[in-house]
């Protein structure tokens, strides 16, 4: 028997639940017995399984039953050295990452477009980051990956740097040569870290981009809510190298999750495992021609354009469209919410759908979508799309005050249109995405503004900013 066709911690959970447990331990629902009635239909039957460290089920923190056979199974399928269910989403996993190869002041590379997670990371570390400016796509209108050129240069600038935090795919799936960047790293001695919450299915093959663990990372971060049918927060973290201590990444995560693991969410993750380990030929093919499908419906919409990926690399569940008319992407994304249509993000221009890793014969409404979408936006005019301001790629930047030095500075909020030359004394993040625009004590540059400015103004949402609806933004104090 193949052992991926089994699914260990469910398997536990669904046969502690057949023996009708009276509960005298926590959760206070005691499986599901006491709760709200009006969430009695939704919630029940799920709370069966939210269990606790009991016999036979094991602990997330020392598993010796079936939590270890669980991960075990799951680091056989992606072929590493180990691998770790992790209940507090990408996150937990990318803080564990970074914490358990950085310290206070120790140069680390990273990416500039990464997840505020990362970010936070490195300021819990005191580590000393340097940015790397990634590519701009001009057609699609956002930042992709670092270049080995940049890299190769960022190397040579700080040889004693610890490690670099790469983000793979980004969050339109788009790539790029990470194998250049993972070979040249590893020349130096320096492990890679990739945060590839977007591409957990990677590993399933063409025409799905190769995965960061199969170019070489070292680590890597995945949501597995993302894009595998596993809950939210549910996520795996995986160590592919002798570069990295497994020890060290251990206690983080012991230190950094909760003591009180959810055991539906793990047990969700043992299900997305199974249901990638045991995804056929025959399902690719559904779903491709599926996808195929929807897009070329989409195609015939004249007020929008289905973006294609640069020389047809990418990722096929990610599906971007550019708004052709006067509408934003953030207006287009909000008529779509009339007709129940809820995207996965917008920006400026463009509005992400992610569909979902179909296999053979499995039902979803793609066709009734495109043409609810159809009868929506037939009537729009078409309008170019344009942009009045150039964003810069490659560029190689440190903190303008480090991190250590952050807590002692005073800050005043000024005009978003003279912050330009100041150090930003706040971050602050479109979400989604979940990348920031503007890390607190960095220097603010002219084209930051402007993307602020654009962004306040087409209605984004922010986490972070606390005077942006006052058009104010809190800089670092200068001595007059």
Same mark, same amino acid.
């Given at each position: 028997m193949n052992k991926?066709?089994? %699914?260990?911690?469910?398997?536990a959970l669904?046969k502690?639940?057949?023996?009708?447990?009276?509960s005298?331990h926590v959760p *206070?629902?005691?499986?599901g017995?006491i =709760?709200?009635?009006?969430?009695?239909n939704l919630?029940?039957e799920?709370?069966k399984i939210?269990?606790?460290? =009991?016999? #036979?089920l094991d602990?997330?923190h020392s598993?010796? *039953?079936?939590?270890?056979?669980?991960q075990?199974?799951?680091a056989?399928l992606y072929?590493?050295?180990?691998s770790?269910?992790?209940?507090?989403g990408?996150?937990v996993?990318?803080?564990?990452?970074v914490l358990?190869v950085c310290?206070?002041n120790?140069v680390? @590379?990273?990416?500039r477009?990464?997840?505020k997670?990362?970010l936070?990371?490195?300021?819990?570390?005191k580590a000393?980051p340097?940015f790397l !400016?990634?590519?701009y796509?001009q057609?699609?209108k956002?930042?992709? #990956?670092v270049s080995k050129e940049?890299?190769?240069?960022? %190397?040579s600038?700080?040889p004693e740097?610890i490690?670099i935090?790469?983000?793979?795919?980004?969050?339109?799936g788009?790539v790029?040569?990470?194998?250049s960047? %993972? !070979?040249l790293?590893h +020349? &130096?001695?320096? $492990?890679?870290?990739v945060d590839e919450?977007?591409g957990?299915?990677f %590993?399933i093959?063409?025409p799905f981009p190769?995965?960061a663990i199969?170019?070489?990372?070292d680590?890597?971060?995945?949501?597995a809510?993302k894009? =595998?049918?596993?809950?939210t927060?549910?996520?795996?973290l995986?160590i592919?190298? &002798?570069?990295?201590?497994?020890?060290v990444?251990?206690e983080? +995560?012991q230190?950094l999750?909760?003591?009180?693991?959810?055991?539906v969410i793990?047990a969700?993750?043992?299900?997305?495992?199974?249901?990638?380990?045991?995804y056929q030929q025959?399902d690719?093919?559904y779903?491709?021609?599926?996808?195929?499908?929807?897009?070329? !419906?989409?195609?015939r919409i004249?007020?929008i354009?289905?973006?294609d990926? $640069?020389?047809?690399? #990418?990722?096929? +569940?990610?599906?971007t469209i550019?708004?052709?008319s006067?509408l934003s992407?953030?207006e287009?994304?909000?008529k @779509?919410?009339e007709?129940?249509?809820?995207?996965?993000?917008?920006?400026?221009y463009?509005?992400l759908?992610v +569909?979902?890793?179909l296999? !053979?014969n499995?039902?979803?409404?793609?066709?009734?979508?495109?043409?609810?979408m159809k009868?929506?936006l037939a009537?729009?005019?078409?309008h170019?799309?344009e942009e009045?301001?150039l964003i810069?790629?490659?560029?190689?930047?440190?903190?303008?005050?480090?991190?250590e030095?952050l807590?002692n500075v005073?800050?005043?909020?000024?005009?978003?249109?003279?912050?330009?030359g100041?150090?930003?004394a706040?971050t602050?993040?479109?979400?989604p995405?979940g990348i920031?625009?503007?890390l607190?004590?960095e220097l603010?540059?002219e084209?930051?503004?402007n993307q602020?400015?654009q962004l306040?103004e087409?209605?984004?949402?922010?986490?972070?900013?606390?005077?942006?609806d006052k058009?104010?933004?809190?800089?670092?104090k200068t001595c007059?």
């Amino acid at each position: 028997m193949n052992k991926q066709n089994r %699914i260990p911690l469910y398997e536990a959970l669904h046969k502690h639940n057949n023996n009708n447990p009276i509960s005298f331990h926590v959760p *206070g629902h005691k499986s599901g017995a006491i =709760l709200h009635q009006h969430s009695q239909n939704l919630f029940q039957e799920v709370l069966k399984i939210d269990a606790t460290e =009991l016999s #036979g089920l094991d602990d997330l923190h020392s598993p010796e *039953g079936a939590i270890k056979e669980a991960q075990e199974l799951l680091a056989a399928l992606y072929q590493v050295k180990e691998s770790f269910f992790l209940v507090n989403g990408s996150t937990v996993g990318n803080l564990a990452m970074v914490l358990s190869v950085c310290k206070k002041n120790e140069v680390i @590379l990273v990416q500039r477009n990464c997840h505020k997670s990362v970010l936070n990371a490195l300021k819990l570390a005191k580590a000393r980051p340097v940015f790397l !400016e990634p590519e701009y796509n001009q057609d699609w209108k956002t930042a992709t #990956g670092v270049s080995k050129e940049v890299v190769e240069r960022a %190397i040579s600038l700080y040889p004693e740097a610890i490690a670099i935090v790469l983000t793979y795919p980004n969050y339109y799936g788009m790539v790029y040569d990470l194998k250049s960047v %993972i !070979e040249l790293s590893h +020349l &130096h001695n320096i $492990p890679v870290l990739v945060d590839e919450a977007h591409g957990p299915h990677f %590993i399933i093959g063409d025409p799905f981009p190769a995965s960061a663990i199969q170019l070489g990372a070292d680590m890597v971060v995945q949501s597995a809510h993302k894009t =595998l049918p596993a809950m939210t927060m549910g996520s795996y973290l995986h160590i592919n190298s &002798h570069r990295v201590n497994s020890d060290v990444v251990k206690e983080y +995560l012991q230190m950094l999750q909760s003591s009180s693991p959810s055991y539906v969410i793990m047990a969700s993750l043992d299900l997305a495992r199974n249901y990638l380990a045991t995804y056929q030929q025959s399902d690719m093919e559904y779903l491709q021609n599926e996808i195929a499908g929807f897009k070329k !419906e989409l195609s015939r919409i004249q007020s929008i354009k289905v973006l294609d990926y $640069p020389d047809s690399q #990418g990722d096929t +569940l990610k599906v971007t469209i550019q708004s052709r008319s006067k509408l934003s992407g953030f207006e287009l994304q909000e008529k @779509l919410e009339e007709i129940a249509i809820y995207t996965e993000m917008a920006d400026p221009y463009n509005v992400l759908l992610v +569909l979902p890793l179909l296999k !053979e014969n499995q039902d979803y409404p793609l066709v009734e979508v495109s043409r609810r979408m159809k009868n929506l936006l037939a009537k729009l005019p078409n309008h170019p799309v344009e942009e009045d301001f150039l964003i810069s790629s490659g560029k190689i930047s440190e903190l303008a005050i480090p991190y250590e030095k952050l807590s002692n500075v005073q800050m005043e909020a000024i005009s978003i249109t003279e912050a330009a030359g100041h150090v930003c004394a706040e971050t602050i993040t479109p979400y989604p995405p979940g990348i920031p625009l503007l890390l607190m004590g960095e220097l603010i540059l002219e084209e930051k503004v402007n993307q602020l400015i654009q962004l306040i103004e087409m209605g984004a949402r922010f986490q972070g900013g606390s005077f942006l609806d006052k058009k104010l933004i809190n800089v670092v104090k200068t001595c007059s």
